[in-house]
């Protein structure tokens, strides 16, 4: 305990002299300043790239990943000292992305030790950004049917095909993908999980607008793509054990990400301050006492998830597999996030449905937008039917 309280001395002093000035008191509800790393990156100010610079060379953008693979090293106790210091001040992750919350930890588990020195470390410093080639135009639900050929020639795989729904693979380098390596075994014991840079010859990739206006997901075509054998994970063959782990991490992921639990909250939230612009305030509370219950509601399910949801979060960060719970807590997640947009767009009536032109603010605006793209959230990473199936045959032990 002592120890701990030296960690946290020393972590807050480190903060405070090391943290940019601009980015404290910022957090994590601005996911358009997100760090997403990568050949591409962008980054919404200087102070951004220089958080995830100094954060990459203390090794704490992925704070429990091991040293010897650019990770910080730190206990489960640590890192959560690590997240409440950084709550104190506000400040935003400096680094985000499905290397350090999918592929990262699927290699942790199923890469070999070259696999794992040739990637982690450039996750840990940004360098690489990765995208997901699972789902295909006849492939969703039913992943297992997935038909991108690879055929062995020498070291090497060909691969042809086509994935859809590939998030930012118009941002991404690598590509971590299925591909069916044997046609003729039955489906699931036909496929390879295999990592593929972008930049191969044969790879393009087609933005897909989204009912939100932005394009964040694209159709992703191989054409003859030569990837290397020793980018092989796990086995030939072998790659749906790895693809279900992953989803695991994947399903935490998205979670963590739209439930409301990616760190500590200061203040009032944006549910509340929304409600007390559209609804107005009397002595201290919300005008409107039927809203005034749905959101005191609303802010009760958010809260009782992050606590819930919190210690799947630190299991995960530990290196723990995600089992038939982030399937639960997907769900839960998703659905707060989807309801308290509905609920934020009730709130602002007429203001709530902004799309463009004069007679709106940017916020409303955004707001609409997002509401739009909450939509989704039902669907990616599997959809909700598909979760509630999985629980009731692996954790109700139905069917
Ligand atoms: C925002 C977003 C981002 C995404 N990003 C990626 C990505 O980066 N990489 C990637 O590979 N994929 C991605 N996806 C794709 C996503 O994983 C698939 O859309 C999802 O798995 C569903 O597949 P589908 O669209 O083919 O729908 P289908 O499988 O055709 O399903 C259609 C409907 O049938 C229902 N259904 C299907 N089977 C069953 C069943 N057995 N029992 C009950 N109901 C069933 C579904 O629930 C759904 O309502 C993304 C999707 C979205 C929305």
Redesign the pocket.
């Known amino acids: 305990m002592a120890d701990l309280e030296k960690f946290r001395s020393e972590t807050r002093s480190w903060l405070e002299a090391n943290a940019p000035e601009s980015l404290r008191g910022k957090g994590n509800a601005d996911m358009d300043a997100a760090v997403w790393g990568g050949r591409k990156a962008k980054f919404a100010t200087p102070d951004h790239k220089v958080w995830l610079e100094i954060m990459a060379e203390k090794q704490w953008t992925s704070p429990m990943w091991p040293t010897e693979y650019g990770g910080g090293g730190l206990s489960k106790a640590e890192d959560k000292v690590l997240t409440q210091e950084m709550a104190k001040l506000g400040l935003p992750a400096p680094l985000i992305g499905?290397g350090l919350t999918m592929i990262g930890p699927t290699l942790l588990r199923f890469g070999n030790e070259e696999q794992k020195k040739e990637h982690l470390p450039k996750i840990c410093r940004g360098e690489i950004r990765w995208?997901?080639?699972?789902?295909?135009?006849?492939?969703?639900?039913?992943?297992a049917s997935l038909q991108t050929k690879a055929v062995r020639d020498g070291d090497e795989f060909v691969i042809n095909g086509t994935?859809?729904?590939?998030?930012?693979?118009d941002q991404a380098d690598w590509i971590f993908a299925l591909v069916r390596t044997d046609p003729d075994a039955k489906k699931q014991e036909g496929i390879t999980f295999i990592l593929i840079d972008m930049e191969t010859p044969g790879v393009s990739v087609k933005p897909i607008q989204?009912i939100s206006g932005k394009s964040?997901?694209c159709e992703t075509h191989f054409e003859d793509v030569r990837a290397k054998v020793s980018n092989v994970i796990h086995e030939i063959n072998a790659g749906w054990t790895v693809a279900k782990a992953l989803l695991g991490h994947e399903r935490t992921m998205i979670s963590q990400t739209f439930g409301g639990s990616r760190g500590a909250r200061k203040g009032r939230g944006r549910l509340v301050e929304m409600a007390a612009k559209y609804l107005g305030e009397e002595d201290g509370q919300l005008a409107d006492p039927v809203y005034r219950n749905e959101v005191a509601q609303m802010e009760m399910d958010v809260a009782a998830f992050r606590y819930a949801a919190q210690r799947m979060n630190d299991n995960a960060k530990a290196g723990h597999q995600p089992g038939a719970e982030s399937s639960m807590f997907k769900v839960l997640g998703t659905e707060n996030n989807m309801n308290q947009h509905e609920l934020m767009v009730r709130i602002a009536g007429p203001q709530g449905i902004g799309w463009e032109g004069e007679g709106f603010e940017e916020p409303e605006i955004d707001l609409t937008r997002e509401w739009l793209?909450t939509r989704?959230?039902?669907?990616?990473?599997?959809?909700?039917?598909?979760q509630?199936?999985i629980m009731s045959k692996h954790v109700l032990g139905l069917g």
Do not use: H
């Open positions: 499905f995208c997901q080639g699972y789902s295909e135009p006849g492939a969703g639900s039913d992943l994935k859809i729904w590939t998030s930012y693979a989204l964040p997901f793209r989704g959230n039902s669907i990616e990473g599997g959809t909700t039917e598909v509630l199936n």
